[in-house]
């Protein structure tokens, strides 16, 4: 199924609704995940309960990555997005106003699941504005994300801070964002190609097109443990292995996130620049001198150095990846993205047990080796990425000498 032509006008306002939905996304798990200590000491939760019920939000998500790549190539992203942004947003309320633990874990279910769904469906809407696009955009939509979770963690806390309780707060929010992508996604664009994938050029089989999208996953599944491990060790390594204040402490994701989320809006021109492959090694290599330079060392000014690092490296990875599978010949882009995104969340998953587990037979140190060591594997793989550049998009060429077909608006 083809879709109709679009004019530059219709490209640059898909690329505004595309970024009002990433920035919506991120808004609404950020908000969530800011309340999660007014909901627990509401419901009088202890630590493994809590744990328990935040599994839901894993399990849905896990559930709708699944049938994500179905619902895509039955319905197009357009449709899937517009749906699943409408289901996020009136799921977003129900974890604060479940009355009980069982309520409250069906409540994270519903969420994970609207969140998985949507992650997937405005993934695959970005690569299709972007193959309309005709140059690299895709790591600014992951950008957006990233600055709306900014956004989102600020309001929770400055909610929590006023004494806003947790369901007037994600009641509020939710509104806000529902009317944001519904007028939104009605600029989304149509989809190119739906049920069936285009047809793989070089013939080749589809045992190798596999192999292909194996390999792509485990570059996610690599970037994401490391990612993980910021979210969850940095602020401990700091405070229990390098005894300093809590405030560093917090400082240190502080950093890699503002390093990531730099990163993020400046991969599209570097992409560009440079070619995704290449990019993607020196990505990996930034991570891994800079991380394992800080490990030596070991002082807490070489540790944020390090986690900037880590920020600044691992932002490119994900978007280059979803964008190769997306894009590659021979396989379906909903499916694709489906499989890329399971893969990608099981790293956040078996990430920060794996460097757990580590850290009790070592130190933690140790466990952040095994950071380093998973980067030099996205290093190895690194030329996967480049098998699957997006549909129409131009070569890697210095900037002075780019055209590109359409400038951002």
């Known amino acids: 199924m083809l879709a109709p032509p679009a004019s530059a ?9 595309v970024s009002v939905m990433f920035v919506a996304n991120g808004i609404a798990f950020a908000s969530w995940a800011a309340r999660v200590p007014a909901v627990r000491e ?3 939760l202890r630590d493994s309960a809590l744990g328990l019920a935040l599994l839901g939000v894993a399990v849905g998500a896990m559930l709708a990555f699944r049938a994500a790549g179905p619902l895509i190539a039955r319905f197009g992203s357009r449709r899937v997005t517009r749906v699943s942004a409408v289901l996020l947003c009136a799921a977003l ?12 874990v069906a409540a994270l279910l519903l969420l994970g699941a609207s969140n998985g769904l949507m992650d ?27 600055l709306g979770g900014l956004v989102g963690a600020s309001l929770g806390a400055l909610a929590a801070d006023r004494a806003v309780s947790p369901a007037a707060h994600l009641v509020a929010i939710a509104a806000v964002l529902a009317a944001a992508v519904t007028a939104a996604g009605a600029a989304l664009s149509a989809d190119a190609r739906l049920e069936a994938p285009a047809p793989a050029a070089d013939g ?17 599944f690599c970037s994401s443990i490391g990612e993980g491990a910021m979210a969850n060790w940095s602020a401990v390594y700091l405070r229990d292995e390098l005894h300093t204040t809590a405030a560093v402490a917090a400082t240190g994701y502080a950093v890699f996130s503002l390093a990531m989320l730099l990163g993020r809006f400046s991969g599209d021109g570097l992409t560009q620049r440079f070619g995704a ?6 990505a990996a290599l930034l991570v891994a001198a800079g991380l394992g330079a800080a490990l030596l060392v070991n002082v807490p000014i070489a540790m944020l150095l390090g986690f900037g ?16 599978g997306a894009s590659a010949p021979g396989v379906a882009p909903g499916r694709a993205i489906s499989t890329l995104a399971t893969m990608s969340y099981g790293g956040f998953l078996v990430g920060p047990p794996a460097i757990g587990l580590v850290a009790d037979l070592f130190t933690l140190r140790g466990g952040l080796v095994l950071v380093v060591a998973l980067v030099l594997v996205i290093v190895a793989l690194a030329p996967a990425v480049a098998r699957g550049s997006a549909a ?13 077909a359409l400038r951002a608006h």
């Open 204 to 220: 080749a089989p589809a045992e190798r097109r596999s192999t292909r999208l194996l390999l792509l996953g485990l570059i996610a």
């Open 309 to 324: 690092c880590v920020g600044a490296g691992l932002s490119v990875v994900v978007p280059l990846v979803f964008r190769a």
């Open 42 to 44: 509401r419901l009088a």
């Open 392 to 404: 129409g998009a131009p070569a890697p060429c210095p900037p002075a000498s780019c055209r590109p």
């Open 93 to 104: 309320p129900l974890p604060a106003l479940a009355p009980s633990f069982a309520a409250l």
């Open 277 to 282: 492959a290449r990019l993607v090694r020196s």
């Open 120 to 146: 997937v469906a405005m993934n695959a809407q970005a690569v299709e504005v972007e193959r309309r696009h005709r140059r690299p955009i895709l790591a600014s939509f992951h950008g957006m994300f990233s």
């Open 9 to 17: 006008g219709d490209i640059a306002r898909a690329r505004r609704a």
